[in-house]
């Protein structure tokens, strides 16, 4: 029976999120195997082939091919065409792109993660529960040909195996904290063959399998059997770097670095009081509490919003939003509670998958609410709908 994916714990199950965050997350890789339709309502070749079928969303920057670790050049599998804004574009061709298949090459489809109801709920569940921002490649590989050499990622990985096999090779190394920067983009293969190390872990993928590699963690896959279907969400988190953000905008406020710096015929000593100014001032901004409070909104807000449209009803039917992104429903005792950093409520019995559910959302409906959970009778969920609003948890979008 295909299983809905509704939040982060049906996503690593039979792995707790507990176990998860403790063992594995920003440490170690983890490959946890899976029943062969677990992962059924996230992407199917049906969805993938209707997705590109609506030929002019796609570009040959969000869809790339490659053959033997090398990019196919975008001429020859695009033409010349008009796009949806009316401008000069090059369009991909399915059927130039099915005879590069044919010879093997790989098909790369990028930032899909808005584009099916099963990869906008995983995408949706992961943000929730992570704090951070996930984007969805989709990758389908054949006949034992490589499409990428070995390299790390600059954020973690989740793949999530479809259809078909393929043998993932994980390295022992891990970058240092790599970054989507340019000083992270520059080496070459051979810095990263000589880098990597030994083989760390070999895992074969099959359908319901999933595994995470967290950030600069080296690795390289080849599909081992005539075709392979698997999408991979990246999680970008918040970095201290995100933190400068905010001191620059409070910077722009403040007087003192406005000021010009010491001109040309300063000495030293002169910059070098005047640079202490501004790291004295950095620093009480930095601790002041204007600026934790707006990196803690920023922190809370950090996530892809992707939008939704449900017309008629979205017109019609309230539809409601999480007011908090710090929210988690964890064990407590025999039964689960709903809870933040301060503190936990004790969840009604047989209400903690619905609760899951509601605070991975990011705007829902009642019929939401009933399409995702068919078996609840209507008044119990109006009531808890009505118990959330009371405790703030939710509120009218």
């Not at 520059?186 to 872990?201: M, P, W």
């Not at 707006?294 to 309230?318: A, I, K, M, W």
């Amino acid at each position: 029976m295909t299983e809905n994916i509704f939040t982060f714990a049906d996503i690593l199950h039979p792995v707790t999120p507990a176990e998860f965050f403790a063992e594995y997350h920003d440490k170690k890789p983890l490959h946890i195997p899976g029943t062969p339709d677990k992962f059924a309502s996230v992407l199917s070749w049906q969805t993938l082939n209707d997705m590109l079928n609506m030929s002019s969303v796609w570009s040959g920057i969000s869809l790339r091919l490659m053959l033997d670790a090398k990019p196919i050049p975008t001429p020859e599998f695009c033409r010349p065409a008009i796009d949806r804004n009316n401008a000069q574009s090059m369009q991909p061709d399915p059927e130039r792109i099915t005879a590069l298949l044919r010879q093997g090459a790989s098909l790369i489809a990028n930032d899909v993660d808005a584009l099916s109801p099963g990869l906008r709920a995983v995408a949706e569940a992961m943000e929730g529960a992570l704090g951070a921002k996930a984007q969805a490649n989709v990758y389908c590989s054949w006949r034992q040909r490589q499409a990428f050499d070995s390299h790390f990622d600059t954020h973690d990985a989740y793949a999530f195996h479809l259809e078909g096999e393929k043998v993932w090779q994980i390295y022992e190394t891990r970058a240092d904290r790599p970054i989507a920067h340019p000083n992270f983009k520059q080496f070459g293969q051979a810095h990263h063959d000589q880098s990597k190390g030994k083989v760390l872990l070999e895992v074969t993928m099959r359908p319901g399998d999933l595994l995470y590699l967290p950030r600069g963690q080296y690795h390289d896959a080849l599909a081992s059997g005539s075709s392979a279907l698997h999408v991979t969400f990246g999680l970008t988190a918040v970095i201290g770097i995100d933190f400068f953000d905010i001191l620059r905008e409070l910077a722009i406020g403040d007087s003192l670095f406005r000021a010009n710096v010491p001109g040309p015929g300063s000495n030293d000593r002169e910059v070098a009081v005047y640079m202490k100014k501004l790291a004295q001032r950095l620093g009480e901004m930095a601790a002041s509490p204007e600026s934790l409070e707006q990196f803690g909104r920023f922190r809370q807000e950090y996530r892809n919003h992707r939008g939704r449209y449900e017309l008629p009803d979205s017109v019609l039917v309230p539809q409601y939003r999480v007011r908090s992104r710090s929210l988690s429903v964890v064990k407590a005792g025999n039964g689960w509670a709903l809870a933040d950093k301060a503190r936990s409520v004790p969840i009604p019995p047989g209400n903690d998958r619905l609760v899951a559910w509601v605070i991975a959302q990011e705007r829902f409906s009642n019929a939401d609410m009933a399409a995702a959970f068919p078996d609840q009778a209507a008044e119990d969920r109006t009531h808890l709908l009505r118990e959330l609003a009371g405790m703030k948890v939710i509120e009218p979008a």
